[in-house]
């Protein structure tokens, strides 16, 4: 019985195989830096021209309906099934391999010598098959070699953005018209696509997913960031009033901007909200009389959550909430509104008159403060400027925590000392 003979790239193939074999049998004790760098590099240029022969094969495979020999649904999917790849990665190799094959002779001779990463490839033939079925022959072509050329000094990354205005470099007067039409698309796509999911895990957190589009993402980024960057450049948060307090610029942004998404819901007021069902977006909070003087009862949400009675005085001092306080026998002893608030005049004499955070060892600047009333108003006091001051975020909730005790100093600074 004849074999068949065996095509000479499965001879290639088994060659890779064996030079591969025998360098992993190799010391590396005596290869100095130098030339362990050209290795690395010349090693990665190798694997760029494997993987380009690998797409080259792809795309004859699609061509020679490999799938048949087995049944399955595609070439892609008998590629995943083979190569335990995952599907989505076989679909996306499988399509690049047949658009650089077939449609893009200047890339696939880039990526076959190497000159071009197996990801840059595929950044190349997304952004000029973005350019649509209608262009000039030539532009296209000329859009081709222009990326091509970028490749060989861009990483994928900076290749991504240039790929998107590859059209204002090799045509002009079409650039305008075809980026004016991708934006729009792109526009009216992402308002389809808006959502916002929320859900309680019933300890206290609620989690939440949202998707806007980018102009928004990039508005609701700035507003966090002028909440969150001061703290980050400028405070020493303190934990427990601990001198040792970790800068903020040793927390993870992860964790600035959470923050900054509180303190922004939080700072957001009724009269910038429309109203819902003939009643504003101001949520109220129900306690005890004992709660806003120093007791432990916790207090109610008009939306049926419950919080601390230390997160209760925090509020009643400052946020835009009308406080609804109980006597002993629950009835209604005073319903507060938000002019019981500092005044836009009372904080700007006290942003005069404090110069910034009146805690001692800060120095938040008067602008990255909330108003603080030194006596509560459950107990006759009012809100003056004689009787306020200036308290950075933190120590805002410092002052209302039930677990620390407040000093006035001489200087008219507050120390802040944990209880213990």
């Not at 599907?87 to 880039?110: F, I, M």
């Amino acid at each position: 019985m004849t074999e068949t003979a065996l095509h000479p790239l499965a001879g290639v193939v088994a060659r890779v195989h064996g030079d591969l074999d025998d360098g992993f049998e190799l010391g590396l004790l005596t290869l100095g830096p130098a030339e362990t760098g050209a290795a690395l590099v010349d090693l990665e240029r190798a694997a760029h021209r494997l993987a380009a022969l690998q797409s080259k094969l792809l795309a004859h495979a699609a061509a020679a309906r490999v799938e048949d020999e087995t049944g399955a649904a595609s070439t892609a999917v008998w590629f995943a099934t083979a190569t335990r790849t995952t599907r989505a990665e076989a679909h996306r190799r499988v399509r690049t391999a047949v658009a650089t094959q077939e449609q893009y002779d200047a890339l696939a001779a880039a990526g076959a010598s190497g000159a071009v990463s197996p990801v840059q490839v595929e950044v190349v033939v997304r952004a000029l098959d973005d350019l649509g079925d209608d262009l000039d022959v030539d532009v296209r072509t000329e859009a081709e070699r222009t990326l091509v050329g970028f490749a060989r000094q861009h990483d994928a990354k900076a290749l991504r953005v240039l790929g998107r205005r590859i059209l204002d470099v090799v045509a002009p007067a079409v650039g305008e018209a075809r980026e004016a039409e991708l934006l729009a698309r792109e526009e009216r796509e992402a308002a389809a696509k808006v959502r916002l999911t929320m859900r309680e895990d019933g300890h206290g957190c609620v989690h939440g997913k949202f998707t806007m589009p980018e102009m928004h993402g990039a508005m609701f980024a700035k507003m966090l960031d002028a909440i969150a960057s001061p703290r980050r450049d400028h405070l020493r948060e303190e934990e427990g009033g601990a001198e040792d307090a970790e800068p903020a610029a040793a927390r993870p942004a992860w964790e600035r901007r959470g923050q900054a998404f509180v303190e922004l819901i939080e700072r957001m007021r009724d009269a910038d909200l429309p109203d819902a069902a003939g009643a504003g977006a101001t949520v109220v909070v129900t306690m005890q009389v004992d709660t806003l003087t120093g007791g432990l009862a916790a207090a109610s949400l008009d939306t049926g959550h419950r919080i601390s009675p230390g997160e209760a005085r925090r509020l009643a001092c400052g946020a835009d909430l009308v406080p609804a306080v109980l006597g002993t026998k629950s009835e209604v002893l005073d319903l507060g509104r938000a002019a019981r608030f500092h005044t836009k005049p009372q904080r700007i004499a006290m942003l005069l008159r404090d110069q910034g955070c009146t805690a001692e060892g800060c120095d938040a600047p008067p602008h990255w403060c909330e108003a603080h009333h030194d006596d509560p108003w459950s107990r006759g006091g009012r809100t003056s400027v004689e009787r306020g001051r200036l308290l950075c975020w933190r120590h805002h909730r410092v002052a209302h925590d039930p677990t620390y005790l407040t000093e006035t100093l001489g200087t008219g600074k507050l120390r802040f000392t944990r209880r213990n």
